[in-house]
């Protein structure tokens, strides 16, 4: 995500992974609601330091319009009654576009580390969109990253050991 000029979260790229079937869905890139020109010089900077250092999208990258954001990701829940989401922000901002009877939860509530602490998945290659630098994140890549903490933590036995 970037910021836009009400300091609002503007989602660039969503992925959505199952851990039911190791698969990701709908990797989307979305092209920007309003013209870069709308941000003060200090939205432009930040969402600049984003793109360098976190996932190589910049402000006018993206194939899908903006106004299409509701739709698809209504289109990517409606098949599940529970998603887990990274961060309460981001939960608040899906929950707009949730069908009835789909239950997000923030998986930081079951313990979920920071993306930092999760181990890197090695891919040959990124999207069209991604600048190709080793440290600039995917949001497929860290969909299914979290997805396989979930599956390995809900996994690992419960340890009842006395000390």
Not at 119 to 130: A, R, T
Request: hydrophobic content about 35%; overall charge positive; charged content about 25%.
């Amino acid at each position: 995500m970037l910021r836009g000029a009400g300091d609002e979260y503007v989602i660039k790229e969503i992925s959505l992974y199952s851990t039911q079937f190791d698969a990701s869905r709908g990797t989307t890139i979305f092209m920007p609601p309003y013209a870069e020109i709308i941000l003060s010089p200090e939205q432009r900077k930040r969402n600049s330091y984003i793109t360098r250092h976190v996932h190589g999208l910049t402000w006018n990258s993206g194939t899908v319009p903006y106004e299409q954001l509701g739709d698809i990701i209504h289109a990517l829940l409606k098949d599940y009654t529970c998603i887990y989401v990274k961060g309460q922000e981001k939960m608040r901002l899906l929950l707009k576009y949730a069908p009835p009877g789909v239950f997000l939860y923030n998986i930081e509530r079951k313990g979920c580390p920071r993306l930092k602490a999760l181990p890197k998945l090695f891919v040959s290659f990124h999207g069209n969109e991604h600048n190709v630098f080793p440290t600039h994140n995917c949001a497929e890549l860290n969909a299914k990253r979290i997805g396989l903490w979930y599956e390995f933590t809900r996994a690992q036995p419960k340890c009842h050991c006395r000390k």
